[in-house]
């Protein structure tokens, strides 16, 4: 089992930054991919950005490709999410997963565990 849980979610003005942090604990969590989805109100969860296991591999949404950075820590078992210019659209529940897929995947299907998710709100 490995446990995930979010933070630093919060409120923001449009153009503003957030990093979000997802803190693991259970199994080695360095053996796992990692991704972050997001769900806003009255929509399906969609995939947001996704890491390796070691790091050497990263993926992202287009919509925010060039705005969001993932990063792991192994050392300190933590997964980033640094957020920038962020938008109205990125308003959403945000979620860290944890997949077997080592080299990473953005398919929502292959993620085994996930956390409770972290409320981001981005004002215009």
């Known amino acids: 089992q490995v446990q995930l849980v979010e933070s630093g979610g919060g409120l923001v003005q449009a153009g503003g930054s957030l990093r979000l942090s997802c803190a693991a604990s259970g199994r080695t969590f360095s053996r796992y991919a990692t991704g972050w989805f997001r769900q806003a109100p009255g929509k399906e969860r969609e995939f947001v950005a996704a890491?390796?296991?070691?790091?050497?591999?990263?993926y992202y949404a287009d919509s925010v490709k060039g705005r969001f950075t993932i990063s792991r820590d192994n050392a300190k078992n933590t997964v980033y999410l640094q957020m920038n210019s962020l938008k109205p659209e990125d308003t959403a529940v945000y979620y860290c997963?944890?997949?077997?897929?080592?080299?990473?995947?953005?398919?929502?299907?292959?993620?085994?565990?996930w956390g409770q998710g972290t409320q981001v709100t981005v004002s215009s």
């Open positions: 890491i390796s296991w070691t790091g050497g591999r990263t």
């Open positions: 997963a944890a997949s077997s897929i080592l080299v990473g995947t953005t398919n929502l299907s292959q993620y085994d565990y």
